[in-house]
């Protein structure tokens, strides 16, 4: 690519990260999106995404353009995590405020990415699976107490 088509299409470099992630790797975790019971397998669909991409995600966080992905991890755990919030509710047959399931989902986006952020830090070493089965201890259980209160 020239850089004279590359500046036709994209502004600068930050344009072009937030077109691969808004549109590549959007469309690579559309299946993570559907979660309820499987919230763990969505999980699992964004740490194999960041490690099929581990070079593009290392570079990108390790650079000026770390906040654009955090901006995109927060708003795939964010997406996430109100699917599942809304479904456990549906569950107990409750009536939960939107701005009670925001603030939940936030909380654990919060979290969730932190975490993300901590394992691309270092080298993404972990097994994702290991990091889902401790999420699903905390993720699993707060819900029901928050839920039934």
């Not at 036709?8 to 299946?31: C, G, M, Q, R, V």
């Not at 999980?43 to 991409?53: M, P, T």
């Not at 070079?55 to 650079?63: A, E, V």
């Not at 993720?139 to 928050?146: G, R, Y």
Request: with cysteine; proline share 2%; hydrophobic share 40%.
């Amino acid at each position: 690519m020239t850089r004279q088509t590359f500046y036709y299409h994209f502004k600068n470099i930050y344009e072009l990260i937030d077109w691969i992630f808004t549109n590549e790797a959007a469309k690579a975790l559309d299946s993570a999106r559907n979660v309820y019971r499987s919230w763990q397998e969505s999980f699992r669909q964004i740490f194999e995404y960041l490690l099929a991409n581990k070079t593009l995600i290392y570079r990108t966080y390790h650079s000026n353009a770390r906040e654009h992905l955090r901006k995109y991890l927060n708003g795939e755990a964010f997406d996430c995590l109100v699917v599942v919030f809304d479904e456990w509710a549906s569950d107990f047959n409750l009536l939960v405020p939107e701005s009670e399931k925001k603030f939940f989902a936030t909380f654990y986006m919060h979290a969730y990415v932190g975490i993300l952020l901590d394992w691309i830090d270092t080298g993404m070493m972990d097994k994702p699976s290991s990091i889902i089965d401790k999420l699903s201890k905390i993720i699993w259980n707060s819900p029901n107490e928050w839920m039934r209160k």
